[in-house]
């Protein structure tokens, strides 16, 4: 019956942590068994993928920049800030593995809050660009917000905020 009850706790254990369970280690002086757990190197599982030190999280379906942002939010992050070329070329393969193509895709960076000041939704310095030729050019000054995958050259671009399209997500992991 103890034997019973230790399985059921550990399981419950294993369950709520995310924890990997390595073999029992056992306590030869009073035979009580010590389970050594281990976090998992990043929290990336229920749909999230391990990417370097983040995750991510492609979600086809379309929304307007600000519903996308919420969206991710619900599940823990913010839309994806760049912060590098392999993260770029990290994110486009994770796009491109459930779609098939390098769909166009919002992700966080926009400059709502003044014009030419981009600004990341998760905080990151927003560093890196990859604008495409002419980008950002704040048409008719109403794109305040980045899309990636465009043209193709499979740049950045600024766009209207209230357009649909799919987005990628990211957290730390």
Wanted: proline fraction near 4%; aromatic fraction near 10%; glycine fraction near 8%.
């Amino acid at each position: 019956m103890k034997t019973l009850t230790v399985s059921a706790l550990v399981c419950a254990v294993v369950a709520l942590t995310a924890a990997t369970v390595l073999p029992a280690a056992v306590d030869k002086t009073n035979q009580t068994a010590k389970i050594l757990l281990v976090k998992r190197s990043a929290s990336c599982y229920g749909g999230w993928t391990s990417l370097h030190d983040r995750c991510y999280h492609y979600v086809p379906k379309p929304m307007t920049w600000a519903r996308a942002e919420k969206h991710c939010e619900s599940i823990g992050g913010n839309l994806a800030s760049i912060r590098n070329i392999m993260e770029y070329h990290d994110i486009q393969s994770l796009i491109m593995k459930s779609s098939y193509e390098y769909k166009e895709a919002w992700v966080g960076g926009s400059d709502a809050q003044e014009n030419n000041q981009w600004l990341w939704s998760d905080g990151t310095p927003f560093h890196y660009v990859n604008w495409c030729p002419g980008e950002p050019n704040n048409y008719g000054g109403k794109q305040h917000c980045l899309q990636m995958n465009h043209g193709a050259e499979k740049c950045w671009d600024d766009y209207g905020c209230n357009a649909r399209k799919p987005s990628v997500c990211s957290k730390k992991g």
